[in-house]
């Protein structure tokens, strides 16, 4: 299994168990909306329940959302448009930085992708959710959530060049 991690993090941001569509300069991930249960099934440990014991109720807790953010406990943050903008230029310049280490020859055409990329990101601003990696560093990645036209199916929005990928 390969794991994309935010380069400034650290953080997991999703895995190639979902649907990964190459957008150039953006990765979309496509996940599923799922309800997640914590119920013991005590059969499945050898449990014998004794005729004359008495049950413990114990309640039951259920979590749903988008399986993307629940596999790797990415963490809700919220924006204005404003804040957003602020955060994305600086999370470019970050991006840049990088990329002048790592991979010079990308740079140009990372800022030029990055401009047009941006732009229409901020223009759908108003359909996203944005989530951080566990960690929850301002610093680092923030995916953006959105649904399909079905309305059901949830997609998540990465940034290509700030993921390094991790084999598992």
């Not at 390969?2 to 979902?18: K, P, Q, W």
């Amino acid at each position: 299994m390969l794991v994309y991690v935010d380069i400034i993090s650290g953080d997991e941001m999703f895995s190639d168990a979902l649907k990964i569509i190459d957008k150039g300069f953006l990765i979309e991930v496509e996940g599923k909306t799922v309800t997640r249960s914590d119920v013991l099934d005590e059969s499945k440990i050898g449990a014998n329940k004794s005729a004359e014991e008495v049950e413990e109720a114990s309640e039951m807790a259920s979590v749903s959302g988008c399986d993307i953010i629940l596999n790797h406990k990415l963490q809700k943050t919220g924006f204005d448009k404003k804040q957003y903008s602020v955060y994305i230029k600086n999370y470019v310049k970050q991006l840049k930085e990088k990329l002048q280490e790592s991979n010079p020859d990308r740079v140009n055409d990372f800022m030029k992708e990055a401009q047009a990329a941006v732009s229409q990101l901020l223009k759908n601003f108003k359909n996203f959710d944005f989530y951080l990696g566990e960690s929850s560093d301002p610093e680092g990645m923030v995916g953006l959530l959105d649904y399909r036209e079905d309305g059901v199916t949830p997609y998540m929005v990465f940034f290509k060049d700030g993921l390094r990928i991790e084999k598992f």
